[in-house]
């Protein structure tokens, strides 16, 4: 007799929990749950929009002082001195521009024309 009333008493509350499950679900699926969480995505998505916008800005300013700081640069628009340039050999060509007779152009670093 135990038996039967627990195996009664589980299946109904199983029954019961489906039961609210799928009026849930049910709720969630129809046109103003559905409208109503379309809305909320949009709102969150423009706060997350917003809170990007507003770290790319102060990304930007921190740049800007850097680079300022780089270039001796004054926030009152007034220019200190800029460094001394520097001298990169990467950046100097290896390649001398001379004439040969009847035919201009440059010549490689062996003093051959490049053809």
Do not use: C, I
């Amino acid at each position: 007799m135990f038996r039967r009333a627990f195996w009664f008493t589980t299946g109904a509350a199983a029954g019961v929990w489906a039961t609210t499950k799928v009026h849930q679900k049910l709720r969630k699926l129809q046109p103003d749950s559905l409208a109503a969480q379309a809305a909320d995505k949009a709102v969150e998505t423009g706060h997350r929009l917003r809170q990007f916008a507003l770290d790319v800005r102060a990304g930007m300013a921190d740049r800007e002082e850097q680079l300022n700081d780089a270039l001796g640069l004054r926030p009152t628009g007034e220019v200190a001195e800029l460094p001394a340039p520097r001298s990169h050999a990467a950046l100097e060509t290896p390649y001398r521009t001379t004439r040969t007779p009847g035919r201009p152009g440059l010549t490689g670093p062996t003093g051959n024309e490049d053809h």
